[in-house]
T-cell receptor
Framework: DAGVTQSPTHLIKTRGQQVTLRCSPKSGHDTVSWYQQALGQGPQFIFQYYEEEERQRGNFPDRFSGHQFPNYSSELNVNALLLGDSALYLC??????????FGEGSWLTVV | GESVGLHLPTLSVQEGDNSIINCAYSNSASDYFIWYKQESGKGPQFIIDIRSNMDKRQGQRVTVLLNKTVKHLSLQIAATQPGDSAVYFCAEIVDGGATNKLIFGTGTLLAVQP
């Protein structure tokens, strides 16, 4: 049984560009959340998707958007990238309020 | 505002000793707590969780204690091994919401000396 899978694992983008990160939840999980983790800090909640809708959003600008597909997989899109967007982006999945599992993350470097 | 903080940013222990990592939370409405282990370059790995109707829960070599009176959480690791070296985060979920948004602390680095 595969856990939470994310792609790509590493990527480098130029300031002003756009990026799309992808996540496949653990089998049986229907809820996907995205977190941003800056170096040396704890993960910060970006938003959560359930039944293909954004259910809650953290304190992130509209440049951050997402989508959930009927198979529960999800994408995180970031537009107009800034240097400060460089971070590890984590996807977490769960079913109801059961145990929350994380993927290995996507390392984004903005230059 | 909401916060989950850790008392000790770095903890150094000898292999075989027991480790205790502490965490303070500020939101009395929090009803679910999780400890995660994060190794360098990897995502957070679930260790153990506890709900607010419990004060203790045990896993394999790990025990989580919850003291709601003083809003304190601790993770005890028995017979610490070099493979336990990592950053440990406590995270909380606030009851009343329709989501399971996690609020993380800044983490404690556990360094196990051979």
């Amino acid at each position: 049984d595969a856990g939470v899978t994310q792609s790509p694992t590493h990527l480098i983008k130029t300031r002003g560009q756009q990026v799309t990160l992808r996540c496949s939840p653990k089998s049986g999980h229907d809820t996907v959340s995205w977190y941003q983790q800056a170096l040396g800090q704890g993960p910060q909640f970006i938003f959560q998707y359930y039944e293909e809708e954004e259910r809650q959003r953290g304190n992130f600008p509209d440049r951050f958007s997402g989508h959930q597909f009927p198979n529960y997989s999800s994408e995180l899109n970031v537009n107009a990238l800034l240097l400060g967007d460089s971070a590890l982006y984590l996807c977490a999945s769960s079913w109801d309020r059961d145990t929350i599992y994380f993927g290995e993350g996507s390392w984004l470097t903005v230059v | 505002g909401e916060s989950v903080g850790l008392h000790l940013p770095t903890l150094s222990v000898q292999e075989g000793d027991n480790s205790i990592i502490n965490c303070a939370y500020s939101n009395s409405a929090s009803d679910y707590f999780i400890w995660y282990k994060q190794e360098s370059g990897k995502g957070p790995q679930f260790i153990i969780d506890i709900r607010s109707n419990m004060d203790k829960r045990q896993g394999q070599r790990v025990t989580v204690l919850l003291n709601k009176t003083v809003k304190h959480l601790s993770l005890q690791i028995a017979a610490t091994q070099p493979g336990d070296s990592a950053v440990y985060f406590c995270a909380e979920i606030v009851d009343g919401g329709a989501t399971n948004k996690l609020i993380f602390g800044t983490g404690t680095l556990l360094a196990v000396q051979p």
